[in-house]
C-alpha cells in the first residue's frame, strides 16, 4: 500500500472496515512512513473531537488515542492471521487422513 492508497484508506481504517490484508498493509505503512502516521494521527483526532468515532471514548488521552487503536488492529490481524494458519493446518491434516483412509479401503 503506497501513501495514496493509505490516505484514501484512513476512514476505512478508522471504522474497521478493511480486510484483514489491508489492515496488516495499512499498519505496516503507517508504522513505517512518519508522514502518514502523523496525518492519521491529526485525522483520527479531528474524528475523536468531532465524535464521528464509533468507540466510546473513556478518556480523552488524544495523544494516545491513535497508537491504542493500531494496537488493538495489529491484534486483531494476528488474531486472524492465526486462525487461518490453524485452519489450513486442520484442512491439510483432514486431507492427510482422508488419503489414509482411501489407501486403508481400497489396498
Ligand atoms: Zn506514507
Redesign the pocket.
Known amino acids: 500500500m ?2 495514496e492508497e ?1 490516505h484514501q484508506n484512513f476512514d476505512a481504517f478508522i471504522g474497521d472496515r478493511l480486510s484483514v490484508n489491508d489492515t496488516d498493509e495499512f499498519i505496516r ?2 508504522s513505517s ?1 512518519r ?2 502516521y502523523d496525518e492519521l494521527e491529526v485525522y483520527y483526532m479531528i474524528q475523536a473531537v468531532t465524535g464521528e468515532l464509533k468507540e466510546d471514548l473513556e478518556s480523552y488521552d488524544l495523544v494516545h488515542l491513535l497508537s491504542d487503536k493500531l494496537a488493538e488492529r495489529r491484534r486483531y490481524v494476528r488474531r486472524r492471521q492465526r486462525m487461518h494458519f490453524v485452519f489450513a493446518l486442520l484442512a491439510a491434516l483432514l486431507l492427510i487422513a482422508a488419503v489414509y483412509a482411501l489407501l486403508y479401503f481400497f489396498k
Do not use: I, R
Request: proline share 0%; aromatic share 0%; hydrophobic share 25%.
Open positions: 503506497n501513501c493509505v505503512h503507517v512512513c508522514d502518514c
